[in-house]
């Protein structure tokens, strides 16, 4: 898949912004005294996204365009020092465009996906940090709609998606309760694009994120 060169300047400019807050923070913040260490919700984060996809296997050179984005509610949720689990409900659109020999046709594809990752804050998750974090992804298909350039047969998506993704992130604090998030992901589909087919959709996003410390 290549990296168009905006996502590039995007993620390079946020971490090195990033970097630059923690040089600052480090030497006079200490952790946040209204945060409890052993609270069960750390942080509620809402995210949002845009993705650049790729599609490999099969016959995927018919496919050109699978552009999309993502927004939702993510938590932090218990932990220990610097490791935390994230979770949470995203909606994801994602569309592409196919080649059948005849004409293109467009076909989008709503999800609900519910993502699951162990993430590891490498500074504190208290403090301005960068952060990195693994894991899945479960998506199930909401609605789906093809536009036809020729008569053809319907060009379902997969009712149900599983995904392993991993992402590297910036959490600054902007008070004491709340932070700035910014983060980039790849994730990888399992499963593929539909039914019967071998084509499979991967995908680098770049997000941006506002947190609450609860």
Do not use: C, H
């Not at 923690?22 to 069960?40: H, K």
């Not at 050179?61 to 927004?71: I, S, V």
């Not at 403090?127 to 199930?140: A, D, E, F, Q, R």
């Amino acid at each position: 898949m290549k990296i168009p060169k905006l996502y590039t300047v995007i993620t390079y400019a946020a971490l090195s912004l990033a970097t630059s807050a923690f040089a600052q923070e480090s030497v006079s913040v200490t952790p946040r005294d209204s945060s409890s260490p052993d609270r069960f919700v750390r942080r509620a984060i809402v995210q949002a996204s845009l993705a650049n996809a790729g599609l490999e296997g099969g016959d995927s050179t018919r496919y050109t365009k699978p552009n999309g984005y993502t927004a939702g509610l993510l938590f932090d949720l218990v932990g220990q020092d610097n490791l935390v689990l994230e979770t949470g409900v995203m909606y994801r659109q994602f569309g592409t465009s196919i080649d059948d020999g005849l004409g293109e046709n467009k076909l989008t594809a709503n999800y609900i996906s519910v993502p699951i990752s162990a993430k590891y804050y490498l500074s504190s998750q208290e403090l301005s940090s960068l952060y990195i974090k693994g894991g899945v992804m479960g998506s199930t298909l909401t609605s789906d709609n093809t536009l036809y350039s020729t008569p053809t047969r319907r060009i379902g998506a997969r009712s149900w998606e599983s995904a392993v993704l991993a992402g590297l992130g910036a959490k600054i604090n902007l008070t004491d309760s709340t932070d700035m998030v910014l983060e980039a992901n790849y994730n990888r589909a399992l499963d593929s694009l539909y039914d019967d087919s071998t084509v499979y959709r991967s995908d680098l996003s770049a997000a941006l994120g506002f947190a609450v410390n609860l």
